[in-house]
């Protein structure tokens, strides 16, 4: 910061310490650019981006950046913005060919002992279960954590200490399941994703993608499960037509134990699972 960098790249709140501590000075920036605005908001880095901006000179070009575009987002865009040129780009939304994706149909009161119950299964490794809120990862990290199932939860309202310490659990394997909104699924690079179950149905059919495709990396294999209430049939829908795929339904049934058939790599028996049970009346989610 001494030398004056042409280029500084930082989190806000990292950003708002420099300053503080006048090893940064915003006074002659001429370029500012917000990536992922929309997870900035989710991750509760509001009042830090204001105080950024705040110090920036008036004249300047900004350029915000943000896979969707909600409300807050636009709100956020206009209160700093002036006259801007928006520029959107709608991606064919593609899931990677080695992601098995299921559906399960069940009611919103069922889901928490489904859940219970396919982690019996030793052959969900290693797991992220996407929840639509932070109250509900907390609740659902509970009920495992309960069930004595090593669990850590990551959301907007962790400390950066608390988010730092659940990824380096799930990364050496002392937590098997992580337990996240979708703050996590465009910032968690973790190797080794057995599974992805979604608790929650995502609103965005780009959320969805974003979220299953945690695992099946680098040319691994994986699955992606989801629990669909009644309330989620539309969006179940929603997320088939932009993929322009159906997603495969299966019967609310007990996994496999592990004494019955132990899988030879993670997520091998859940797949048999599914695999046997496709000629059996498996149905169109359509």
């Given at each position: 910061?001494?030398?004056?960098?042409?280029?500084?790249?930082?989190?806000?709140?990292?950003?708002?310490?420099?300053?503080?501590?006048?090893?940064?000075r915003l006074d002659q920036v001429t370029h500012f650019v917000l990536d992922e605005a929309d997870r900035m908001l989710d991750l509760g880095f509001i009042r830090d981006i204001r105080?950024?901006?705040?110090?920036?000179?008036?004249?300047?070009?900004?350029?915000?950046?943000?896979?969707?575009?909600?409300?807050?987002?636009?709100?956020?865009?206009?209160?700093?913005?002036?006259?801007?040129?928006?520029?959107?780009?709608?991606?064919?939304?593609?899931?990677?060919?080695?992601?098995?994706?299921?559906?399960?149909?069940?009611?919103?009161?069922?889901?928490?002992?489904?859940?219970?119950?396919?982690?019996?299964?030793?052959?969900?490794?290693?797991?992220?279960?996407?929840?639509?809120?932070?109250?509900?990862?907390?609740?659902?990290?509970?009920?495992?954590?309960?069930?004595?199932?090593?669990?850590?939860?990551?959301?907007?309202?962790?400390?950066?200490?608390?988010?730092?310490?659940?990824?380096?659990?799930?990364?050496?394997?002392?937590?098997?399941?992580?337990?996240?909104?979708?703050?996590?699924?465009?910032?968690?690079?973790?190797?080794?994703?057995?599974?992805?179950?979604?608790?929650?149905?995502?609103?965005?059919?780009?959320?969805?993608?974003?979220?299953?495709?945690?695992?099946?990396?680098?040319?691994?294999?994986?699955?992606?499960?989801?629990?669909?209430?009644?309330?989620?049939?539309?969006?179940?829908?929603?997320?088939?037509?932009?993929?322009?795929?159906?997603?495969?339904?299966?019967?609310?049934?007990?996994?496999?134990?592990?004494?019955?058939?132990r899988p030879s790599a993670p997520g091998q028996a859940q797949r048999r699972r599914y695999n046997d049970r496709g000629n059996r009346g498996m149905r169109s989610a359509a």
């Amino acid at each position: 910061m001494r030398r004056g960098p042409d280029i500084v790249v930082g989190t806000p709140g990292r950003i708002r310490d420099l300053m503080g501590t006048k090893h940064l000075r915003l006074d002659q920036v001429t370029h500012f650019v917000l990536d992922e605005a929309d997870r900035m908001l989710d991750l509760g880095f509001i009042r830090d981006i204001r105080h950024v901006v705040a110090a920036l000179p008036a004249r300047r070009q900004s350029m915000l950046f943000s896979a969707t575009m909600p409300a807050e987002v636009g709100q956020l865009a206009n209160s700093f913005l002036r006259d801007p040129l928006r520029v959107e780009v709608t991606p064919e939304i593609r899931t990677p060919e080695k992601i098995e994706q299921h559906v399960h149909f069940v009611d919103t009161s069922g889901k928490r002992a489904l859940l219970t119950r396919l982690l019996e299964d030793p052959g969900l490794a290693r797991v992220i279960v996407f929840t639509r809120t932070k109250h509900g990862a907390n609740k659902v990290a509970g009920v495992l954590e309960n069930a004595g199932i090593q669990v850590n939860a990551i959301h907007g309202n962790k400390s950066q200490p608390q988010r730092e310490k659940a990824l380096r659990d799930f990364r050496s394997g002392r937590a098997r399941v992580l337990v996240a909104t979708d703050i996590a699924a465009r910032g968690i690079d973790v190797t080794g994703i057995s599974h992805v179950i979604n608790f929650d149905l995502p609103v965005e059919a780009e959320s969805y993608v974003h979220r299953i495709g945690r695992t099946a990396r680098a040319g691994a294999a994986g699955i992606a499960i989801s629990f669909c209430d009644p309330s989620e049939r539309g969006v179940l829908r929603q997320i088939e037509r932009q993929m322009n795929q159906t997603i495969a339904v299966v019967g609310d049934t007990p996994p496999m134990t592990h004494q019955q058939n132990r899988p030879s790599a993670p997520g091998q028996a859940q797949r048999r699972r599914y695999n046997d049970r496709g000629n059996r009346g498996m149905r169109s989610a359509a």
